[in-house]
Antibody, heavy 116, light 107 residues
Framework: QVQLQESGPGLVKPSETLSLTCIVSGYSIGSHYSWGWIRQPPGKGLEWIGTIHHTGSSFYNPSLQSRVTMSLDTSKNQFSLKLNSVTAADTAVYYC?????????WGQGTLVTVSS | DIQMTQSPSSLSASIGDRVTITCRSSQNISNYLNWYQQKPGKAPKVLIFGTSSLHDEVPSRFSGSGSGTDFTLTISRLQPEDIGTYYCQHSYSTRYTFGRGTKLDVK
């Protein structure tokens, strides 16, 4: 059973960089599949942020591409998200997911608030 | 990018009712359409993938159909535990997009 757990600051200041890590257990992220991030602003719908393949190649939502970087750390079996130049519009619950062509495993989500 | 349009945005139904939610894509996505259920305060869970395949342990009262640009999620007999928000999502390309969701509650 794959388990994913997000970690990172719950509060980020405007213009700074949001950094989150997803720790994966029950599966080796470097062996197969892709891994991604999805966010959900309070009371709103789901937005795919990006996906990183187990080989390290990545692809991002075009609307966020200029501000997003994702990376894999196979030695720690975790992957990360960085979103720079954040504004209040980036306030959301951030989920890490396994991308098997469908998002079939999700972390519990972590709320990140952008505020000074 | 491919836009996904869901309808209705909200829906009230009675226990035992047949419920239908539709999703339309802005271009042909073949059968690359997935459905998710989200309960309040929880992460979404995949219900159906590839338009009509039920994911693990999803009750058989859920079904999906369609192809091309028009898709449907049907709950044959609504149960209390089916209350939540439902999202469609395409996986036709690696620029994934979701529908805006359909909030389902009990009358």
């Amino acid at each position: 059973q794959v388990q994913l757990q997000e970690s990172g600051p719950g509060l980020v200041k405007p213009s700074e960089t949001l950094s989150l890590t997803c720790i994966v257990s029950g599966y080796s992220i470097g062996s197969h599949y892709s891994w991604g991030w999805i966010r959900q602003p309070p009371g709103k719908g789901l937005e795919w942020i990006g996906t990183i393949h187990h080989t390290g190649s990545s692809f991002y939502n075009p609307s966020l591409q200029s501000r997003v970087t994702m990376s894999l750390d196979t030695s720690k079996n975790q992957f990360s998200l960085k979103l720079n130049s954040v504004t209040a519009a980036d306030t959301a619950v951030y989920y890490c997911v396994r991308d098997a062509g469908i998002f079939d495993d999700w972390g519990q989500g972590t709320l990140v608030t952008v505020s000074s | 990018d491919i836009q996904m349009t869901q309808s209705p945005s909200s829906l009230s139904a009675s226990i035992g009712d047949r419920v239908t939610i539709t999703c339309r894509s802005s271009q042909n996505i073949s059968n690359y359409l997935n459905w998710y259920q989200q309960k309040p305060g929880k992460a979404p869970k995949v219900l159906i993938f590839g338009t009509s395949s039920l994911h693990d342990e999803v009750p058989s009262r859920f079904s999906g159909s369609g192809s091309g640009t028009d898709f449907t999620l049907t709950i044959s007999r609504l149960q209390p535990e089916d209350i939540g928000t439902y999202y469609c999502q395409h996986s036709y390309s690696t620029r994934y997009t979701f529908g805006r969701g359909t909030k389902l509650d009990v009358k």
